[in-house]
């Protein structure tokens, strides 16, 4: 009986997951406690999972820009799925599946991509502003020059992408490539005001859980500090080498954690507490609100 050889990814996967499993066996009665007695903050963090969820399909609705599309209920619900399914493989399959189930609701296939695209792009660039920010925010002179850097690079984006948008026009114009032409014009532009105040939602309900989070468990984080860690999880979360970026959300809450002289046992269930928080919010969304009748064409 021969078995399927395993790349060093699914590898790298298999190690964490079962460092995770005897980490959890190994401190058990530690992390044990420690999750009963912050019960409440487990609830407050998956409502606001939740909420970030609903903020990040209402984002997505104004990108889609169809008057037509799928209401924000069933759109969360669509959306809570993709989530739970990045769990299933790396590289966010769950992007794929919600294109998928868009056009099960009527909504075209090259609409859902331009939106996913524009949306993923949008929000790595916006969140060059938000790093900026919260560096600046944290008044040290050793992030200045950083600081500095990241508004630079977000200035240029933004004069940057309208002189693009008009070359592709022009370009694709004379090739009557009416319907490339529309879809690369819309990849490409800068964000509408109402989605730009979508993604920044997004970004300051996940420096809310981090702010609470850590609060709840003593450390003095500041919002500019949880702002960072924001940016920082979310551009890991784009590559998402690991189904479900296992590993990597956990590694960057433990080490803030610990750099903060949090407990390794205290730092390990808040770790745990943020990924269980965040499938529980995604399931709740999932089974309340995923639309189960197919939306006529």
């Not at 502003?129 to 050793?142: D, H, R, T, Y």
């Not at 205290?266 to 990924?275: I, T, W």
Request: overall charge positive; proline content about 5%; hydrophobic content about 60%.
């Amino acid at each position: 009986m021969s078995f399927p050889r395993l790349g060093w990814r699914e590898a790298a996967y298999l190690v964490l997951v079962a460092g995770a499993a005897v980490l959890i066996v190994v401190r058990w009665s530690e992390l044990a406690a420690i999750w009963r007695a912050h019960g409440v903050t487990f609830a407050a963090v998956t409502a606001l999972m939740a909420l970030a969820i609903v903020v990040q399909a209402r984002t997505f609705k104004s990108f889609l820009q169809r008057n037509d599309g799928p209401g924000l209920p069933a759109m969360s619900g669509v959306w809570a799925v993709g989530v739970l399914v990045n769990y299933l493989g790396p590289f966010q399959p769950g992007l794929a599946v919600r294109v998928a189930l868009l056009a099960r609701m009527g909504v075209p296939v090259a609409d859902a991509s331009i939106a996913t695209v524009r949306q993923i792009f949008a929000s790595l660039w916006l969140g060059l502003l938000v790093a900026g920010i919260s560096m600046l925010g944290l008044g040290s002179a050793k992030l200045a020059i950083p600081a500095v850097c990241a508004l630079g690079a977000f200035a240029a984006v933004s004069q940057a992408l309208p002189l693009l948008r008009s070359v592709v026009a022009r370009t694709l114009g004379k090739t009557r490539a009416s319907a490339l032409a529309r879809h690369a014009e819309n990849a490409i532009a800068l964000p509408t005001v109402p989605s730009a105040v979508g993604v920044l939602s997004q970004y300051v309900f996940s420096a809310a859980v981090f702010y609470l989070g850590y609060r709840q468990f003593g450390v003095e984080i500041t919002l500019p500090a949880a702002l960072g860690l924001a940016c920082v999880v979310y551009a890991s979360s784009i590559v998402a080498l690991f189904p479900g970026n296992f590993g990597v959300l956990e590694a960057l809450v433990t080490g803030f954690g610990r750099v903060n002289e949090l407990p390794v046992d205290q730092a390990l269930a808040l770790a745990f507490l943020f990924r269980g928080a965040n499938i529980a919010g995604a399931l709740l969304l999932a089974a309340a609100l995923f639309p189960h009748k197919r939306t006529a064409t």
